[in-house]
Every structure is written in structure tokens, then in C-alpha cells.
């Protein structure tokens, strides 16, 4: 059951497409309490975009109630409540005609935020998401890299101070040094900020280090709901013990390899 | 520069240019005014979508000139409306109808391109646009346009290089532009004048075309700096096509002309009289035999040369056919008593409407008169003008002789002559002052039945002016002073004449001759 406490709460939650057979969600009911980190994992298909995109409201339910700090979204204003919760798209999301500057203030500049005070907090933000204030805030998207890129749109999502992050496979395109070096300074934001972070992936062993907090959903049902050490080793589903697999594998390879290399030494 | 054509040409330019560039522009203005907002109106809306490009596409296919001339008389009629229901008119000629006109005809290219470019926007742009809390108008102002604008721009280009090309096919109906030059050219065989109005046309539009490019280029790489050289190009093209029309003073005199030679001469020899006498007169060249007596009466032209005939049936509505003094009396009288159109009087010769043949084919055929013309007909090919064969002229003529040719031909006048010569039509439709009757060796035939009635050439005030005593007296001396030989001599030297006479250098010679009798 959800929690009355719960940040955000999907209480029963349907949702149908058109005339579609399949339901994209199925009685989804899930609480994310204040300040956790959870992982949405999945294969496509799976239903988690969409469960994502009823916290804002970007979809509506066909059926059961979506909470955010225990209100009901529907009797929230749209436009406010996403001016509130900050969202890093899938791909890059970010307005190819907007400096980096542009990108990171545009929620404040839509809360009507004073270009002063606008620009001291993009300042702030790109030293938060570790780009160079002098060297980013007037190129173009086009001109970064893929990381550079992804930054940029995570410093866009906590602009205006939310409380909840939502991504939507925030890291997915990027090489793993990238990847790795993001999600960990991502995951520090979270803590020192206290924010509620819920991320899509598809990547297991992403969701296993950054998460405090994993879901697997399959066919618009949740199947499996746990610690990522929980999940790793008591685990009931066949899908979900198979891509528990694939962390515990690497983990075991490079325990063997350092063992090994600690042990010898190359001739 | 040793051709006088190509001075008279230049010195024409900064009034046919400017006039050009305002119409293009407001044209142009207007267009944008109407077409951005229902591309935006229509995004959401497929089934408004559909009926709106599908509606511009059928304008489009309506020729420019077909278009330019079936505002006029819509105007014509809106305005008498509103001057019944209102109490005020407004001009019908030139300027309103061409811009209505040139606006339509800009729609298509900037609502495509509108609907094309915002269709066009990543999806993933538009999501995150809602997603950090845009309403639809912020998304549409702040990341939509914005990102459609190159591609919009790109339907701008279209459109300005459309309304420049179009724009000179106005003069017919009254508004001054780059066409003067081709339109007056074609009529007095004139081709460096043709020349120099499809250059000056070109040469704009090409500009214009380059300056936008600039601009849009500029704002797909977003270089601020190419969009503002070329927003500053064309503001300066703009000023430096109206600045000569606003610093020179604004003439008092309108001459208006018809679409033929005799009429440039005229009007040329007028205006250089009203110079001559110290008043600041404009031409108006090429305007339609109807639209030139309608924009007299309303007072939107000044002064023009009639013919007694074609008052006598288009605006009288009388068929039978009187003595040359009797059509001028009752003439007069009937303009003083409908609006009031003052004839200061005839000019001493008649431009009537007659049939003319190369001589030798009518010498080997025997004939003489319309009479004997009726005869053979039916083994002959008439050629007339574009008006001829549905003037009520022709039908007099065609009624009172039983005339009915093989086959009628429709032609410009210009080139009757010539196809008269080489023996590709029989008979033409001929003016009976014209110069090449002359230089064709053509014979004009007698009308023993007087079907066709005397077409006097007759100076007319308008209404406004027509107490005007410094502008009656500088016309006055026109008056009886110029015969039918004087006349087709000018005629020749305007046209097809050997020297590159223009019709201002073939009026100076007219004057030349009238003004010692």
C-alpha cells in the first residue's frame, strides 16, 4: 500500500493506449518516499516511460491515482507541478537554438526569475554539474559532447531547486567512463540536495551502484521491488534472477582479476 | 549612355522603381500579416490545414494577370458600395488592388513553408519543451518558431521573388511599376526600354533574394551578424527606392495614357506642356481603355486623351452615328451633365477604328470598301486587337456590311501590321493615325454605310480639375493644332522608327511643328 508519506505514490494505476489489447500499465501501485534513489528497470515495452511521465503529467492514468506529496495531479496545475519537478530527458532533450545558459535558466526564466539572479544560479549549477562557467555558458548544444550534454541537462532539471528528479534513461548513449563519472557526481547531487530521484534504465549494473532502491517491470507490472543487494540474492522471478546475473558475473570476473594480479606479478 | 532610350529610361527609374518596391513590399507585409497566423491556427487543426493550403494552391494557378485584373473591377464595385452605404469611396485603381492581389498571390510559399517547418521539429524538442513546464504559446514563441524560422524564412525568399516578378504586371491596372518599362516598351517596339524593366525586375528581385538568404543562413547558423546585414540590405533597398519619391514634390497632375503608342506621345507631349507652364505632372502609362475613363471620372487621374467613338459607345451606349461636330457637342454636353468630366476639346485628328489591307492584295482582289471586303470574307483572315472583335465597332461594322471572315485572329497591335505585310492575315484592325499604315504601304477602306462613328481625339479634365484655369490654358494651345499626317508622323517616329526615338523625343518634334501654326 502507499504510504501517505510517500513523495510520490502510484495507487493502482492503468493505463490503456487507444484500443489497444495490451494494458501499458497494470495495476501499478508503488510509493517512493522523501529522498530515495529509485531505479526503474526493464526491457522496452515495458511500461516505465509511461509510468514516468504520469508524475508530471506529460500522461494521464486511464485508471487509479497518481500522488505527489500526497496530492492527487490531477487537481494540480500541469504547468506548475512540472515547473516544480525537474526531468532529464531520454536522448538529449536540450533546445538546439539556446546557449547552455539558456538551456539551464529556462524554468526560471518561465517562474519569471531576474536575469541577475538567473544568471548567478547558471553560474552555480554548471559548478555543480562540474562544466567550466566561463567555457560552457555560451555554446550552443551542438558544440558539446554527449556527457557535456547530458550535464547541461541534468543542471537544467535541478534548476529552479525541485525536490523530485525523474530521468528517463538519463546516461543511456554515453561511453562508460562518461557514464560512470556522471552517475556518480549525479548521485552526490542527490544526497547533498536531498532530492527524490526516480531513473530509468535499462542497464541493471547502473541501477545496482547508483540506486538506492530497484523496481523491475515487465509487460506494465511490477515483478520484483527491493534493495539492489536484496535483489541479488533473493529472487523469486526467472526474468529478474537473469539480470541480476549480469552485475554478479562482472563482479565475480574482477574479483578473480584482481585476486589474481595481486597475487603474481607479470614476467 | 549616347542612347536616348537608356537615359529616358534611367530618368524614369527612382518613380517606376520606388513605386515598384512600395507595392512589393506592403504586398508582401500584408501577405505575411494574413498567412503566418493561419498556418499557427491551422497547426492543431488537419482538416483546416487541408482547405487552407489546398485554397492558396488554386490561387496560385491563377495567372498573375488574370488575378491583378479581376481585383479591379471587385474593387470597383466594393467601392461604389461603399460609397452608397458609407459615404466613403475609395480608389479602386492601382495601388489597393495591385497590393489585395500581390498578397494573395505571396500566401502559399510562407503557409507551406510554416506548416512544413514547425511539422518539422524533433519530437523529443516539443516534449521537453512541455516538460520543463512550458504552456503551448511558450512552447510555440520560445522553441517552436524559433527553430521553424530558417525554414519559414526560406518561404519568405519564395514569396518575395514571386511578388517582385508579379508585381510588374500591375501597370495595367493602374499602379506604376517596373512593368512601365515592358508594357510601353512592347507597345512602341521600344525593346531596350522591355530590356531595362526585366533587368531593373530582375536585378531587385535577385537582391532581395540574396539579402533574405543571408538573413536565413544567419539564422540557421545563428550569426546575428548576417541576419542584421541583411535586414539592414533591405531596409536600405526600401529607403533608397522611396526617399527620391518622398524628397521630390508630390506632382499635382496625373496624366494617364492608355496601353498604345499615340497615347505615350500624348501624354508625353502633355506632361512636357504642363512642365513647360510650370505645373508638376506624373504619367500614368498602360492603364485599360475602361480603367483609364473610370479613374478619370473618380478624379484619380487628371488628364487624359479620349476618343469621341469609344465614349460615344461605351459609356453613351448610342449605336447609331453622327457627324464628327455633332458627336463633340453632344459629347460635351453629356460628360458636363454625367460627373462632371470636362472636354477642353478635340485635337484635330481621328484615331477611328478602320479595316486595312496591303495594298497590292487589295488592288488584285478588287477592293475598295468594306462593301467589297464583305464579298470575299469568307476566303479571308481578319486579325483585330484584343478589344476589336468584342467592341461594338465591330459589330456595327459586321451587321451593317454582313462581314464574316474564315477566321478572326486576336493580336497585339504592333505586330498586326507586320503579319498584315507578310501576308499571314488579310485584314487588320487598324487606327486610322497610325504611322505604320504608312510604312506598310497598307490601304484603308472606305465605309460607304458610316458604320463606324468619328473617333475624334479629345482632351479630357476630370471632374476636380476641370475649373482649373492654369492647367485648361496650358492645354489649350493642344487644341485643333495637331492633323491625322502630323500625328502618324509622330506615331512612326515613337515606334519602329529607324533613329531610337522614344515617345518624349517624338513628342518634343510634335510640339516642334504645332507650336509655329
Same mark, same amino acid.
Given at each position: 500500500?502507499?504510504?501517505? =508519506?510517500?513523495?510520490?505514490?502510484?495507487?493502482?494505476?492503468?493505463?490503456?493506449?487507444?484500443?489497444?489489447?495490451?494494458?501499458?500499465?497494470?495495476?501499478?501501485?508503488?510509493?517512493?518516499?522523501?529522498?530515495?534513489?529509485?531505479?526503474?528497470?526493464?526491457? =522496452?515495452?515495458?511500461?516505465?516511460?509511461? %509510468?514516468?511521465?504520469?508524475?508530471?503529467?506529460?500522461?494521464?492514468?486511464?485508471?487509479?491515482?497518481?500522488?505527489?506529496?500526497?496530492?492527487?495531479?490531477?487537481?494540480?496545475?500541469?504547468?506548475?507541478?512540472?515547473?516544480?519537478?525537474?526531468?532529464?530527458?531520454?536522448?538529449?532533450?536540450?533546445?538546439?537554438?539556446?546557449?547552455?545558459?539558456?538551456?539551464?535558466?529556462?524554468?526560471?526564466?518561465?517562474?519569471?526569475?531576474?536575469?541577475?539572479? /538567473?544568471?548567478?544560479?547558471?553560474?552555480? %549549477?554548471?559548478?555543480?554539474?562540474?562544466?567550466?562557467?566561463?567555457?560552457?555558458?555560451?555554446?550552443?548544444?551542438?558544440?558539446?559532447?554527449?556527457?557535456?550534454?547530458?550535464?547541461?541537462?541534468?543542471?537544467?532539471?535541478?534548476?529552479?531547486?525541485?525536490?523530485?528528479?525523474?530521468?528517463?534513461?538519463?546516461?543511456?548513449?554515453?561511453?562508460?567512463?562518461?557514464?560512470?563519472?556522471?552517475? =556518480?557526481?549525479?548521485?552526490?547531487?542527490?544526497?547533498?540536495?536531498?532530492?527524490?530521484?526516480?531513473?530509468?534504465?535499462?542497464?541493471?549494473?547502473?541501477?545496482?551502484?547508483?540506486?538506492?532502491?530497484?523496481?523491475?517491470?515487465?509487460?506494465?507490472?511490477?515483478?520484483?521491488?527491493?534493495?539492489?543487494?536484496? %535483489? /541479488?540474492?533473493?529472487?523469486?522471478?526467472?526474468?529478474?534472477?537473469? %539480470?541480476?546475473?549480469?552485475?554478479?558475473?562482472?563482479?565475480?570476473?574482477?574479483?578473480?582479476?584482481?585476486?589474481?594480479?595481486?597475487?603474481?606479478?607479470?614476467? | 549612355?549616347?542612347?536616348?532610350?537608356?537615359?529616358?529610361?534611367?530618368?524614369?527609374?527612382? $518613380?517606376?522603381?520606388?513605386?515598384?518596391?512600395?507595392?512589393?513590399?506592403?504586398?508582401?507585409?500584408?501577405?505575411?500579416?494574413?498567412?503566418?497566423?493561419?498556418?499557427?491556427?491551422?497547426?492543431?487543426?488537419?482538416?483546416?490545414?487541408?482547405?487552407?493550403?489546398?485554397?492558396?494552391?488554386?490561387?496560385?494557378?491563377?495567372?498573375?494577370?488574370?488575378?491583378?485584373?479581376?481585383?479591379?473591377?471587385?474593387?470597383?464595385?466594393?467601392?461604389?458600395?461603399?460609397?452608397?452605404?458609407?459615404?466613403?469611396?475609395?480608389?479602386?485603381?492601382?495601388?489597393?488592388?495591385?497590393?489585395?492581389?500581390?498578397?494573395?498571390?505571396?500566401?502559399?510559399?510562407?503557409?507551406?513553408?510554416?506548416?512544413?517547418?514547425?511539422?518539422?521539429? $524533433?519530437?523529443?524538442?516539443?516534449?521537453?519543451?512541455?516538460?520543463?513546464?512550458?504552456?503551448?504559446?511558450?512552447? &510555440?514563441?520560445?522553441?517552436?518558431?524559433?527553430?521553424?524560422?530558417?525554414?519559414?524564412?526560406?518561404?519568405?525568399?519564395?514569396?518575395?521573388?514571386?511578388?517582385?516578378?508579379?508585381?510588374?504586371?500591375?501597370?495595367?491596372?493602374?499602379?506604376?511599376?517596373?512593368?512601365?518599362?515592358?508594357?510601353?516598351?512592347?507597345?512602341?517596339?521600344?525593346?531596350?526600354?522591355?530590356?531595362?524593366?526585366?533587368?531593373?525586375?530582375?536585378?531587385?528581385?535577385?537582391?532581395?533574394?540574396?539579402?533574405?538568404?543571408?538573413?536565413?543562413?544567419?539564422?540557421?547558423?545563428?550569426?546575428?551578424?548576417?541576419?542584421?546585414?541583411?535586414?539592414?540590405?533591405?531596409?536600405?533597398?526600401?529607403?533608397?527606392?522611396?526617399?527620391?519619391?518622398?524628397?521630390?514634390?508630390?506632382?499635382?497632375?496625373? !496624366?494617364?495614357?492608355?496601353?498604345?503608342?499615340?497615347?505615350?506621345?500624348?501624354?508625353?507631349?502633355?506632361?512636357?506642356?504642363?512642365?513647360?507652364?510650370?505645373?508638376?505632372?506624373?504619367?500614368?502609362?498602360?492603364?485599360?481603355?475602361?480603367?483609364?475613363?473610370?479613374?478619370?471620372?473618380?478624379?484619380?487621374?487628371?488628364?487624359?486623351?479620349?476618343?469621341?467613338?469609344?465614349?460615344?459607345?461605351?459609356?453613351?451606349?448610342?449605336?447609331?452615328?453622327?457627324?464628327?461636330?455633332?458627336?463633340?457637342?453632344?459629347?460635351?454636353?453629356?460628360?458636363?451633365?454625367?460627373?462632371?468630366?470636362?472636354?477642353?476639346?478635340?485635337?484635330?485628328?481621328?484615331?477611328?477604328?478602320?479595316?486595312?489591307?496591303?495594298?497590292?492584295?487589295?488592288?488584285?482582289?478588287?477592293?475598295?470598301?468594306?462593301?467589297?471586303?464583305?464579298?470575299?470574307?469568307?476566303?479571308?483572315?481578319?486579325?483585330?486587337?484584343?478589344?476589336?472583335?468584342?467592341?461594338?465597332?465591330?459589330?456595327?461594322?459586321? $451587321?451593317?456590311?454582313?462581314?464574316?471572315?474564315?477566321?478572326?485572329?486576336?493580336?497585339?497591335?504592333?505586330?498586326?501590321?507586320?503579319?498584315?505585310?507578310?501576308?499571314?492575315?488579310?485584314?487588320?484592325?487598324?487606327?486610322?493615325?497610325?504611322?505604320? !499604315?504608312?510604312?506598310?504601304?497598307?490601304?484603308? &477602306?472606305?465605309?460607304?454605310?458610316?458604320?463606324?462613328?468619328?473617333?475624334?481625339?479629345?482632351?479630357?479634365?476630370?471632374?476636380?480639375?476641370? $475649373?482649373?484655369?492654369?492647367?485648361?490654358?496650358?492645354?489649350?494651345?493642344?487644341?485643333?493644332? !495637331?492633323?491625322?499626317?502630323?500625328?502618324?508622323?509622330?506615331?512612326?517616329?515613337?515606334?519602329?522608327?529607324?533613329?531610337?526615338?522614344?515617345?518624349?523625343?517624338?513628342?518634343?518634334?510634335?510640339?516642334?511643328?504645332?507650336?509655329?501654326?
Amino acid at each position: 500500500m502507499a504510504q501517505a =508519506s510517500a513523495t510520490i505514490a502510484f495507487e493502482d494505476v492503468g493505463k490503456t493506449f487507444g484500443d489497444a489489447q495490451r494494458a501499458a500499465l497494470d495495476r501499478v501501485t508503488l510509493a517512493v518516499p522523501e529522498r530515495e534513489f529509485l531505479a526503474i528497470v526493464g526491457p =522496452s515495452g515495458s511500461g516505465k516511460t509511461t %509510468l514516468l511521465r504520469l508524475v508530471n503529467r506529460l500522461a494521464e492514468p486511464s485508471s487509479g491515482t497518481v500522488r505527489v506529496a500526497g496530492e492527487d495531479v490531477r487537481d494540480v496545475d500541469p504547468i506548475a507541478l512540472r515547473r516544480r519537478i525537474g526531468y532529464v530527458f531520454q536522448g538529449i532533450g536540450l533546445f538546439p537554438h539556446m546557449t547552455v545558459g539558456e538551456n539551464i535558466a529556462i524554468t526560471l526564466r518561465l517562474l519569471g526569475v531576474d536575469k541577475p539572479r /538567473m544568471a548567478a544560479r547558471v553560474g552555480d %549549477l554548471l559548478d555543480l554539474v562540474r562544466l567550466d562557467r566561463a567555457q560552457y555558458r555560451d555554446r550552443f548544444p551542438d558544440q558539446l559532447s554527449g556527457g557535456e550534454r547530458q550535464r547541461v541537462g541534468v543542471a537544467r532539471a535541478i534548476a529552479a531547486g525541485p525536490k523530485i528528479v525523474l530521468m528517463d534513461e538519463p546516461f543511456g548513449a554515453l561511453d562508460p567512463l562518461t557514464r560512470d563519472a556522471l552517475g =556518480s557526481d549525479y548521485r552526490k547531487l542527490h544526497d547533498d540536495l536531498g532530492l527524490t530521484t526516480v531513473m530509468i534504465t535499462h542497464d541493471m549494473l547502473e541501477a545496482v551502484l547508483l540506486a538506492d532502491r530497484i523496481v523491475v517491470m515487465h509487460d506494465g507490472r511490477l515483478i520484483a521491488d527491493g534493495t539492489p543487494r536484496a %535483489l /541479488m540474492s533473493e529472487v523469486s522471478n526467472d526474468y529478474v534472477r537473469e %539480470l541480476m546475473q549480469t552485475p554478479r558475473r562482472h563482479a565475480e570476473r574482477l574479483q578473480t582479476l584482481m585476486e589474481r594480479g595481486a597475487g603474481t606479478t607479470p614476467q | 549612355m549616347s542612347d536616348p532610350r537608356i537615359a529616358e529610361a534611367f530618368a524614369r527609374l527612382p $518613380d517606376f522603381l520606388g513605386s515598384h518596391v512600395l507595392v512589393s513590399v506592403t504586398a508582401l507585409a500584408l501577405g505575411l500579416a494574413i498567412s503566418l497566423p493561419l498556418a499557427l491556427l491551422s497547426r492543431q487543426r488537419p482538416a483546416w490545414r487541408a482547405v487552407l493550403l489546398g485554397a492558396a494552391s488554386i490561387v496560385q494557378t491563377v495567372p498573375g494577370l488574370a488575378m491583378l485584373a479581376l481585383f479591379y473591377p471587385l474593387l470597383l464595385a466594393l467601392a461604389a458600395l461603399s460609397e452608397r452605404l458609407l459615404g466613403v469611396g475609395f480608389s479602386a485603381l492601382g495601388f489597393l488592388p495591385a497590393v489585395l492581389a500581390l498578397a494573395l498571390y505571396s500566401m502559399l510559399p510562407v503557409l507551406r513553408n510554416t506548416v512544413t517547418g514547425l511539422d518539422g521539429i $524533433d519530437p523529443a524538442v516539443k516534449e521537453a519543451a512541455i516538460g520543463v513546464g512550458m504552456t503551448p504559446q511558450q512552447s &510555440l514563441v520560445m522553441v517552436e518558431l524559433p527553430l521553424a524560422l530558417p525554414v519559414i524564412m526560406a518561404g519568405i525568399r519564395t514569396s518575395a521573388v514571386w511578388v517582385i516578378g508579379t508585381a510588374t504586371l500591375s501597370t495595367p491596372i493602374g499602379q506604376t511599376s517596373l512593368g512601365n518599362y515592358i508594357f510601353s516598351g512592347l507597345q512602341t517596339q521600344n525593346w531596350v526600354s522591355v530590356l531595362f524593366g526585366c533587368l531593373a525586375a530582375a536585378v531587385l528581385a535577385i537582391a532581395v533574394d540574396q539579402l533574405l538568404a543571408l538573413m536565413e543562413s544567419g539564422l540557421a547558423s545563428r550569426r546575428r551578424i548576417r541576419v542584421a546585414l541583411g535586414g539592414v540590405g533591405i531596409a536600405l533597398i526600401v529607403a533608397g527606392a522611396l526617399v527620391p519619391g518622398w524628397s521630390r514634390p508630390g506632382a499635382r497632375y496625373v !496624366i494617364g495614357a492608355k496601353t498604345f503608342t499615340e497615347q505615350y506621345v500624348l501624354a508625353a507631349l502633355i506632361e512636357q506642356r504642363l512642365t513647360a507652364a510650370g505645373l508638376a505632372a506624373t504619367r500614368r502609362e498602360g492603364l485599360g481603355s475602361s480603367v483609364i475613363f473610370n479613374a478619370l471620372a473618380a478624379s484619380e487621374i487628371d488628364v487624359a486623351v479620349d476618343y469621341s467613338g469609344t465614349i460615344w459607345a461605351n459609356q453613351m451606349h448610342r449605336a447609331d452615328v453622327e457627324p464628327r461636330a455633332e458627336v463633340l457637342t453632344e459629347l460635351s454636353a453629356w460628360l458636363a451633365h454625367n460627373g462632371g468630366v470636362r472636354l477642353v476639346g478635340a485635337l484635330g485628328f481621328e484615331n477611328a477604328y478602320a479595316l486595312a489591307m496591303p495594298r497590292r492584295r487589295a488592288e488584285a482582289l478588287g477592293i475598295r470598301s468594306i462593301a467589297d471586303l464583305a464579298r470575299q470574307a469568307p476566303n479571308l483572315t481578319a486579325a483585330g486587337d484584343y478589344e476589336f472583335f468584342s467592341r461594338p465597332e465591330w459589330a456595327a461594322l459586321r $451587321d451593317a456590311y454582313h462581314l464574316a471572315f474564315r477566321a478572326q485572329r486576336q493580336m497585339q497591335p504592333e505586330f498586326m501590321y507586320a503579319a498584315a505585310a507578310a501576308g499571314e492575315v488579310d485584314v487588320i484592325s487598324a487606327y486610322t493615325s497610325d504611322g505604320l !499604315i504608312a510604312k506598310y504601304d497598307l490601304v484603308v &477602306l472606305d465605309d460607304p454605310r458610316h458604320a463606324i462613328p468619328p473617333y475624334d481625339a479629345v482632351l479630357l479634365v476630370s471632374p476636380k480639375k476641370a $475649373d482649373d484655369a492654369a492647367l485648361i490654358d496650358a492645354l489649350r494651345p493642344l487644341v485643333g493644332a !495637331i492633323d491625322v499626317k502630323l500625328m502618324r508622323e509622330a506615331n512612326l517616329r515613337a515606334a519602329g522608327g529607324k533613329d531610337a526615338a522614344t515617345p518624349a523625343a517624338a513628342a518634343h518634334w510634335l510640339w516642334d511643328q504645332v507650336k509655329d501654326r
